[in-house]
């Protein structure tokens, strides 16, 4: 399937299926992040695949966005880490760069059958300190990552676009 075709047909999962993920898949999905670009390559991005019982139930209580997926990723960036822009103090690759390597993840586990769910709805500093993360690690999403209940369906606004001309200006 190529890329277009791929982005049109992966969405958003809200339902898990209780199946566990095939380690090799896990680990495919998680070479893509690995493969992503990072302002500088200096590779800020933390993943933390969260699958125990007891973390997982961490998580449970910390957001109800968790729709009982058997793993969960955490992105975090090392702020230690991240590429700092000289033209402007404060300016930084953090965030993007775990995006980056979010969305290459999100598109593989699409490609490999499974479902992924972008989460922002979650407290990160108290997410830090109950998976007691370092200091200088910045939480940014989880992902819920599982293979999608039989049930399972896009949400009714997913076809839902702007017209380019919406959201592209040429200037």
């Not at 969405?11 to 896990?26: N, W």
């Not at 998680?30 to 125990?52: D, W």
């Not at 930084?92 to 598109?107: E, F, K, P, R, Y």
């Amino acid at each position: 399937m190529d890329l277009t075709q791929l982005a049109k047909e992966r969405y958003s999962v809200r339902k898990f299926a209780g199946k566990p993920i095939e380690e090799e898949k896990l680990l495919a999905a998680l070479e893509a992040g690995n493969l992503a670009p990072t302002a500088k390559n200096q590779q800020p991005q933390r993943i933390y695949v969260i699958r125990s019982a007891e973390n997982l139930q961490k998580i449970r209580v910390l957001t109800q966005c968790h729709y009982g997926a058997p793993v969960i990723l955490l992105f975090a960036y090392d702020a230690a880490e991240q590429w700092q822009n000289p033209l402007e103090p404060g300016v930084c690759s953090g965030q993007q760069d775990v995006s980056i390597a979010a969305t290459h993840i999100m598109l593989k586990a699409s490609e490999l059958g499974l479902g992924t769910v972008w989460v922002n709805m979650f407290p990160p500093t108290e997410t830090k300190r109950l998976l007691g993360l370092p200091q200088n690690e910045i939480p940014v999403l989880l992902m819920p990552i599982g293979y999608p209940a039989p049930d399972a369906a896009p949400s009714p606004r997913h076809a839902q676009r702007k017209p380019l001309c919406d959201t592209v200006k040429f200037i």
